[in-house]
């Protein structure tokens, strides 16, 4: 019944799409300077149809219908109704009827908020996003199909992977997929301003807040994976450099370019066409993420079950993408000459743009250089942290300084008087570094580069927060607030890195074990039987000898049933200063249990540093509608 | 002129990488055990855990069969497989065990010998996981067997059990 309802609905919004390609072309045609009604009713009936669809699969998860395949294969009566609606997009096809629904919601959004921009313009941005939700209907459609049926159908379903059953897990997917599908709006708005030559100015303020809105989900995905990689993986870890992380920073490091760059356009009406290639670049570097990871070729915890029809789909279309885009920007572009001043701040945002085209260089080329290698010589390699740790960190320290100083500039062109305050901003960040360094053990030199540079920026954001609250340039917090947050974030990874302390032992109930200046006993374990696992906690008390405070922990070793599976729950204790974690794993045929404790300084705070960054665009986002 | 080159670069770029990705897609799984049997191992040198020897593949040549474990002692499943290891090393006379500890502490490793008991002829260490990568090693715990002309006959991703363990045995029979 309901996979019945859903089918029909997805085929609506396919015949929706020919539908508006088909108007929207004619209308382009003629010289009316408004939209024709008809087609925001077919745009409001397919927004409306697609909505509906999605809720139809959500049900069908939330009534465990085992007459859906997809609803038999990843969910279980047992399951709670959390993670039955979560199990809708912790799948592939449900995610891509997710994925459908965000082309469309935006699609809509931006079809009635942009009226005050040209009709054709508008039309021709309408009619790409159409020809992109038609590739992925009818993948959808021929491919995946979410509302498959089954018969006979099952009783019972086979469940969720209990990896994926935690609450970061469930949000992870959905904001990633509206940061990086998202993206799809301003693609194809370049290729609608390249074909309408509406460039300039009104281009960039036709496509900010969209950039704005999917760079704020994209950090916050990006953040909430992290954090679930730390809370769920228990290797204590919180960035592996893992190919399936990469292929989701390739895209943010395009879209953070362009965010700094259309600033440019606005203001200075220059650097349209590289505006343009980063707007066609961050889309199809979300294509070719979903396409590394759907496909199968890189291997990951993310890895869904993998199908190489999937793959030469999204080739095929991820194909099509690119020549379109290339060939209308060949034929449509027109040179443009810069004369930026050096001292303007328009080339610090090109600085900008420099390094984040580096580190997303660096990044393609460690995630894709196995898959070559792989292909042309059968050779097979791993790249992992020390290539990027070699190739980005020295970087990063230059990178800190600019974004520091480069905010400080005019438009076209500054006086140089200014950079004097900066030199103090400058000592200050030293001379704190120096205190770090003398109070707690020595560090390395690049450590220490990246420390004072970071503490620089923090400094900086500050002073120049202090100095906007006197002014009142409230315009510029936004900036503030992300910078600060990117300093933060860096200060706290280098101090987490640094001090961090990790051991590894065995010990049995009742035992006591007593290192550096730590005390932890094991006390008991219990077994306790939940909905869908049954659970060994064990408890630990964890006494620091040196400050005299007392912790208890309890980590959980977990049996699930449906698919039966063992996973290890870390024990996290988050305090302002410092995590304690630990993991206990069970030694077979002993009495004795694995146990790895960590004492993370400013865990807490490196998540806080990279909400922070997301939350600036949000400002952004929030003051331009209150100036509105 | 110029302009066209640009466009000329641009689209064989593209159609690189493109081919490039379909490819990787005919190609079934990248970390398949099969296409690594039968492949020589190249020629390496691993540094020792415990000290500053070295081991190097020339050595190998003097067993029958060489076993290389990969193992850490952060890896859980690598606990859960060391005692088939002991086991193996007990009682089988041709065939010896190279560990290479992969990521990880040396205390740590240490202690994990201690406490689990050592099946191994030499302990290598691999701290940043570069040296792994020539074994074609992507995760741990992994293990290879090679024969004494240094051919890998056998390949076993993720923890040794009962099975793995018998098949071992009749491999070098």
Not at chain 1, 177 to 183: D, L, N, S
Request: proline fraction near 3%; charged fraction near 15%; charge should be positive.
């Amino acid at each position: 019944m309901l996979s019945n309802i859903g089918s029909i609905l997805v085929f609506f919004i396919l015949s929706l799409s020919l539908l508006i390609i088909y108007y929207s072309y004619v209308e382009t045609q003629t010289t009316r300077t408004t939209i024709k009604k008809n087609i925001y009713n077919l745009s409001l009936f397919q927004v409306t149809f697609t909505i509906l669809s999605f809720f139809t699969l959500i049900l069908g998860f939330i009534f465990s219908d085992f007459s859906i395949i997809n609803v038999y294969e990843n969910s279980h009566t047992t399951k709670p109704l959390f993670y039955k609606i979560a199990g809708t997009w912790g799948n592939h096809e449900g995610s891509l009827l997710l994925w459908i629904n965000i082309l469309v919601v935006f699609s809509y959004l931006f079809l009635i908020f942009n009226h005050k921009h040209e009709k054709n313009f508008r039309l021709y941005t309408l009619i790409f996003q159409n020809f992109l939700i038609l590739g992925f209907v009818i993948f959808l459609l021929f491919n995946s199909n979410p509302f498959s049926k089954i018969y006979p159908e099952p009783l019972e379903g086979l469940g969720l992977n209990p990896i994926l059953q935690d609450p970061a897990l469930a949000i992870h997917p959905p904001l990633l997929y509206i940061g990086f599908v998202g993206c799809s709006i301003y693609f194809s708005a370049a290729i609608a301003s390249l074909l309408s030559e509406y460039s300039g100015k009104q281009f960039a303020l036709s496509i900010k807040s969209w950039v704005q809105i999917s760079w704020v989900f994209q950090t916050l995905g990006i953040t909430i994976g992290s954090i679930w990689a730390y809370y769920e993986l228990g290797w204590g870890g919180f960035w592996f450099w893992d190919p399936v992380e990469n292929a989701s920073l390739l895209p943010w490091f395009a879209i953070t370019a362009l965010m700094h760059s259309i600033m440019v356009l606005e203001k200075r009406n220059t650097l349209y066409e590289w505006v343009i290639i980063l707007c066609l670049v961050t889309f199809i570097l979300s294509v070719t993420g979903t396409f590394l990871v759907r496909s199968g070729i890189l291997n990951s915890v993310h890895t869904f079950a993998n199908d190489p029809s999937r793959g030469l789909f999204i080739l095929i279309f991820l194909s099509l993408m690119i020549f379109t885009s290339i060939l209308i920007f060949f034929k449509k572009h027109k040179k443009e000459d810069y004369n930026f001043n050096s001292n303007s701040k328009e080339t610090f945002i090109l600085a900008n743009n420099w390094f984040m085209v580096f580190f997303l260089a660096t990044v393609l080329i460690g995630t894709l250089y196995p898959i070559f290698l792989d292909v042309l010589t059968n050779e097979k390699v791993s790249v992992g942290p020390p290539f990027y740790n070699i190739v980005i960190i020295p970087l990063v320290i230059p990178f800190l300084l600019l974004m520091a100083i480069g905010p400080q500039f005019n438009w076209i062109n500054s006086k140089k008087e200014k950079l004097y305050k900066t030199l103090y901003v400058f000592f200050g960040a030293c001379l704190i570094n120096l205190f770090l360094f003398y109070f707690f053990e020595n560090y390395g030199l690049y450590s220490n580069l990246i420390l004072i540079t970071a503490i620089f920026l923090i400094l900086h954001s500050i002073f120049d927060a202090k100095k906007s609250i006197n002014n009142k340039k409230k315009f510029i917090f936004p900036r503030i607030i992300s910078h600060l947050g990117f300093g933060l974030l860096v200060f706290f990874i280098g101090i987490n890195h640094q001090y961090s302390v990790e051991v590894d032992f065995n010990l049995k109930v009742g035992e006591i074990k007593k290192f550096n200046n730590y005390e932890i006993f094991f006390k008991n374990i219990k077994v306790q039987q939940n909905k869908n696992y049954k659970s060994v906690i064990g408890s630990f008390k964890i006494t620091d000898l040196e400050k005299e405070n007392i912790n208890y922990l309890n980590p959980e070793i977990r049996i699930y049933t449906n698919p039966e599976t063992l996973t290890y729950e870390a024990a996290i204790k988050s305090k302002v200063n410092s995590d304690l974690y630990l993991t206990m794993s069970n030694l077979p045929r002993s009495d004795f249990y694995n146990i790895k404790f960590q004492n993370k300084p400013f865990m807490i705070w490196i998540w806080i540093s990279a909400i922070m960054i997301a939350l600036g665009g949000f400002v952004q986002l929030i003051i331009k509608k209150n100036e509105e | 002129m110029k302009n066209n080159f640009k466009k000329f670069f641009i689209f064989s770029f593209v159609i690189f990488f493109l081919s490039i990705f379909t490819l990787a897609l005919k190609k079934d799984n990248n970390y398949s055990t099969k296409n690594l049997i039968g492949n020589q191992i190249s020629s390496f040198q691993l540094p020792s855990l415990r000290n500053s020897s070295f081991i190097t593949d020339k050595e190998l040549k003097q067993n029958q069969f060489t076993l290389i474990n990969f193992f850490a002692s952060w890896c859980a499943p690598c606990r859960i497989e060391h005692k088939y290891l002991v086991r193996l090393n007990d009682q089988n006379k041709n065939i010896k065990i190279l560990g290479v500890n992969f990521k990880d502490k040396k205390n740590n490793a240490l202690n994990f010998l201690n406490d689990l008991g050592d099946p191994y002829s030499f302990v290598a260490k691999d701290p940043d996981g570069k040296a792994s990568i020539l074994f074609g090693i992507y995760g741990i715990p992994e293990s290879i067997i090679i024969n004494k002309e240094l051919e890998i006959i056998k390949k076993i991703v993720g923890p040794i059990d009962q099975k793995d363990y018998e098949e071992i045995l009749r491999l070098i029979k």
